[in-house]
């Protein structure tokens, strides 16, 4: 499916002391840019773990959009700079499972960067139009598993967390 | 307990070192003899299949059961023993959360199929001959296990009691778990028999400030026996890593591979590894954290080296699905 009728679902992830605010100072601006990015506050980018990542591909994220503060503006001192070395392992990881890296994203975006954040996700939506969308192994390894009659727990997660994935496969089917 | 313990062990996609770890219980194999009988031992008694599906529904007590699960034979049996075992414990790493064999979940079948039957060095009469599983011959029709798109764990298809993980099981663990059973004092069904701390706990190293400079490769360095080897540079997964172990690969000079799997609560080991590694990398100039990072050679290996069957992903996307 790599036809205009693809509308990519990216997850972002925003401080929300630079970011999230960019975020918001580009709505109050009605700043117009693709509705395609949902977006979660988080107090730093150096929360952002890689579990946050996958768990967004493996529950049908067709992108990812971590963004925190400049380099020497963390609220916290250094906390980005952990998202950025982390992000460079994240994109290593990503690319041996097969995920373009198109996909992913970690940017910096300041409070008074309304702009630069329209600009951001607008370019990352058309991107990943391009490259169609991502379908999680999971999910089909589910569907051929033989001899399953109901989608089996996938080892190790706790209940809850087989909710949310079965919730989220749910809407991959939309 | 005035019966004898019933027991069965079974070997899936497994090296059979779980196997010898039941062995390497040593003289205390007898006193496990005196108190149970085993049923189905394939790897050191001559039983049939055919033995077990006479048995009784729960006729067994515990069920050892090794290895991640890759064909359809292993899928029979995972749910002909799950019928007739009141317990069953996924044993060792490959049946608790995919372990070494889970690695291939990182190629497609295709790829892995073409490798062995034609690619590999050592394949004899590379004419890409393939074995099917179904063929008929003059004597009736001959079949062969079905090879799955991906390994599973042992939890994908049954329930499963308990968690024995390791690669292999240390025999004290395996001891402990045993006597638990004796017991008849059981821990909550889904419990993973090991302690709920990291191998960090376990090891006697000096552990200070954990900033890395640059990643190296075991071979690559003398490590100092005394000092943390992640503050050395060598990528170790004890931070993540449950303990139970004794940490007896550190003791040894090399790094924690992360066998044990998670501990409680995490939902993904090796994006929780991958965490805690990169953060130790981190640099105010770019430049330098990408090349530290760059350093690590397979991250997907290092980090997944045991836990790719039960990650978020599971392995890499198909080639025919995108």
New interface residues.
């Given amino acids: 499916m790599k036809n205009g009728d693809f509308e990519p679902r990216i997850v972002g992830i925003l401080c929300n002391w630079c970011s999230y605010a960019g975020a918001d100072l580009a709505g109050i601006s009605r700043i117009k840019y693709p509705a395609n990015i949902r977006i979660i506050r988080v107090m730093c980018s150096g929360r952002v ?3 946050f ?3 967004a ?2 529950e049908g994220a067709d992108g990812v959009l971590v963004s925190g503060c400049h ?1 020497g503006d963390c609220h916290y001192g ?1 906390g980005n ?2 998202a ?3 992000k ?3 994109e ?2 990503l690319h ?4 373009e890296k198109e996909r992913f994203k970690l940017t910096w975006v300041s409070a008074n960067e309304g702009e630069r954040f329209a600009q951001i996700v607008s370019e990352m939506v058309s991107e990943i139009k391009e490259i ?1 969308p ?5 999910e ?2 589910r569907e ?5 009659g109901t989608p ?7 209940e809850e ?1 087989l909710e949310t994935a079965v919730a989220g496969g749910a809407v991959a089917g939309e | 307990m005035s019966e004898k313990l019933k027991l069965a062990f079974y070997w899936a996609a497994s090296c059979g070192g779980c196997d010898v770890a039941v062995l390497d219980t040593d003289e205390k194999l007898l006193e496990i003899a005196k108190i149970a009988d085993i049923y189905f031992w394939p790897v050191a008694m001559d039983f049939k299949y055919k033995d077990i599906k006479a048995l009784d529904k729960d006729f067994l007590d515990v069920c050892f059961f090794n290895g991640a699960v890759r064909n359809s034979e292993q899928e029979e049996i995972a749910r002909l023993l799950r019928e007739k075992s009141k317990l069953m414990i996924a044993f060792g790493s490959c049946a608790c959360f995919g372990g070494i064999p889970a690695l291939a979940n990182l190629y497609d079948p295709e790829e892995i199929l073409s490798w062995v039957y034609s690619g590999s060095f050592s394949t004899v009469g590379k004419n890409g001959t393939r074995p099917l599983t179904r063929v008929s011959v003059p004597e009736g029709e001959l079949t062969l296990p079905e090879f799955y798109t991906a390994v599973y764990t042992l939890k994908d298809f049954v329930e499963v009691d308990y968690f024995l993980p390791g690669c292999p099981p240390p025999p004290e663990l395996i001891l402990g778990a045993v006597e638990t059973l004796v017991s008849g004092v059981l821990p909550p069904r889904g419990s993973v028999l090991a302690p709920d701390k990291t191998v960090c706990d376990q090891c006697p190293r000096e552990k200070q400030d954990k900033k890395v400079a640059a990643f190296r490769r075991p071979h690559e360095v003398i490590p100092d026996p005394d000092r943390c080897l992640l503050e050395q540079g060598i990528v170790c997964c004890g931070p993540g890593t449950r303990a139970g172990c004794g940490a007896r690969c550190v003791q040894a000079n090399m790094p924690c591979r992360g066998c044990f799997g998670p501990t409680d609560g995490v939902v993904d080991h090796g994006a929780k590894l991958a965490a805690v590694i990169a953060t130790t990398a981190t640099s105010k100039d770019e430049n330098e954290a990408a090349e530290r990072i760059g350093q690590i050679v397979d991250p997907a290996g290092t980090f997944y080296r045991f836990g790719l069957a039960a990650s978020l992903l599971r392995g890499k996307s198909l080639k025919e699905e995108n």
């Fill in positions: 773990e890689p579990t990542v996958l768990k591909f493996a380099p250094e700079y952990k950025y070395a982390r460079v392992l994240i290593k990881l041996q499972f097969g995920i169609g991502y379908r999680p192994p999971r089909r390894m051929l598993q033989p001899g399953a089996p727990a996938p080892g190790w997660l706790a967390e």
